[in-house]
């Protein structure tokens, strides 16, 4: 994977913890990952389709979620709670959807996000496209976005133009 599909994600993630939770995100070293199991406890899942596709993971420990999500939310919400969920998912939005801003002259589409909350649990990924796991701190604690997503060959974008008309 191409180290420019993973800088859109840094930069997004700082723009909004810094804008919509005054969080400012400190990034570490990208690594490519290994194997289906979640980073942490809960992950908002969000594909991408068009000339880039692939899918993205904002992955948190539960404590860090349900921080994240307080601040986010301006209340206390614990993982069994509908809104908890639904914030959860928003973030992973924004943070893709601000990456996806940043893919100029390609056309991307993101998915509706899902959010999946359980020690232990396996995100599929497409197995033919590398996984980078990009792990953050906050003051809440600490975060990864992972990265799975890869740019359509030419031919394979125009296909699928042709296909959906």
């Known amino acids: ?3 420019s599909y993973i800088s859109p994600f840094v930069s997004s993630i700082q723009n909004v913890f810094t804008m919509m939770l005054q969080l400012p995100v400190t990034v570490g070293n990208p690594r490519i990952k290994t194997g289906g199991k979640a ?3 809960v992950s908002g ?3 991408m389709s068009g000339d880039v ?3 993205i993971v904002l992955s948190f420990p539960r404590s860090t979620a349900e921080s994240v999500v307080s601040l ?3 209340e206390q919400l614990g993982v069994d709670s509908p809104d908890f969920a639904d914030a959860i998912g928003e973030l992973v939005n924004m943070v893709s959807g601000g990456a996806k801003a940043e893919f100029t002259g390609k056309r991307v ?3 509706c996000p899902s959010v999946v909350v359980g020690e232990n649990h396996h995100i599929a990924m497409q197995k033919d ?3 980078v796991v990009i792990p953050c701190e906050t003051d809440c604690g600490e975060l990864t976005i992972e ?3 890869q740019v359509q060959p030419e031919s394979s974008a125009t296909n699928t133009q042709t296909a959906s008309a």
Do not use: K
Request: proline share 4%; net charge negative; aromatic share 4%.
């Open 1 to 3: 994977m191409d180290a």
């Open 39 to 41: 980073s942490h406890d």
């Open 45 to 47: 899942v969000i594909g």
């Open 53 to 55: 596709v692939g899918s």
């Open 72 to 74: 986010f939310s301006g």
């Open 109 to 111: 589409s993101i998915s």
């Open 129 to 131: 496209v590398p996984c």
């Open 147 to 149: 990265v799975s997503i």
